[in-house]
């Protein structure tokens, strides 16, 4: 079955520190995984998108991983900011289909001062 | 810079009442999607339009209906609503082909009473 689980469904830390988000999925055959961030009352933003290929990308103070061996990927955020607190939602892409899409349940992160 | 807008932010309406969301964007995406986002569920897809005129249903499509008359509108139909489709409804676009990113509206928070 496919799916994508994300851990841990919250976190809380403090500003300036570092966290990592984790998402493991069982989507096959693999097309791509995104990462998008969503603010409170908003819709989801594109982080960053991993392929097959890709092992990191980063986008600023975000840089994301990808194991495709063990169909694991994280998103590390760096030193972070009062405005890094938001939802973190991946998302897996299988090859076909028309509704390939998998989402994981997001991770709400809150950044306190 | 791309958009994509729904019609309302918030909206109240009460059980039994034909509800209305309208999206649109602005980027000449071929691809349109609902989907409704609950607290523990993430995204779920309600139906999908990959062409004007052209709809998909999607994973929970039981209670709704779409209407795709040009290609920059993608309308979500509730005929009766009901207390269980309160809900936060997201609206996206993308291009049928490259990567594929979906772009998200800013969401519609409706509450059935």
């Known amino acids: 079955k496919n799916q994508v689980e994300q851990s841990p469904q919250s976190l809380i830390i403090l500003e300036g520190k570092n966290c990592t988000l984790q998402c493991n999925y069982t989507v096959s055959p693999f097309s791509n995984l995104r990462w998008y961030k969503q603010d409170t009352g908003r819709g989801p933003v594109s982080l960053t998108i991993m392929t097959f290929s890709e092992n990191t990308k980063s986008n600023g103070r975000y840089t994301a991983t990808l194991d495709a061996d063990t169909k694991q990927s994280s998103l590390h955020i760096t030193a972070s900011q009062l405005s890094d607190s938001a939802s973190y939602i991946c998302v897996v892409r299988l090859q076909t289909g028309a509704n390939n899409l998998f989402f994981g349940t997001g991770t709400r992160l809150t950044v306190i001062p | 810079d791309v958009k994509v807008t729904q019609s309302s932010r918030y909206l109240v309406k009460r059980t039994g009442e034909k509800v209305f969301l309208e999206c649109v964007q602005d980027m000449d995406h071929e691809n349109m999607f609902w989907y409704r986002q609950d607290p523990g569920l993430g995204l779920r897809l309600i139906y999908f339009?990959?062409?004007?005129?052209?709809?998909e249903k999607g994973d929970i499509p039981e209670g709704y209906s779409v209407s795709r008359e040009k290609k920059e509108r993608f309308s979500l139909i509730l005929e009766s609503a009901s207390t269980n489709q309160t809900s936060m409804y997201l609206c996206a676009s993308s291009l049928q082909q490259g990567n594929r990113e979906q772009y998200f509206g800013p969401g519609t928070r409706l509450t059935v009473t």
């Open positions: 339009s990959y062409d004007v005129k052209m709809k």
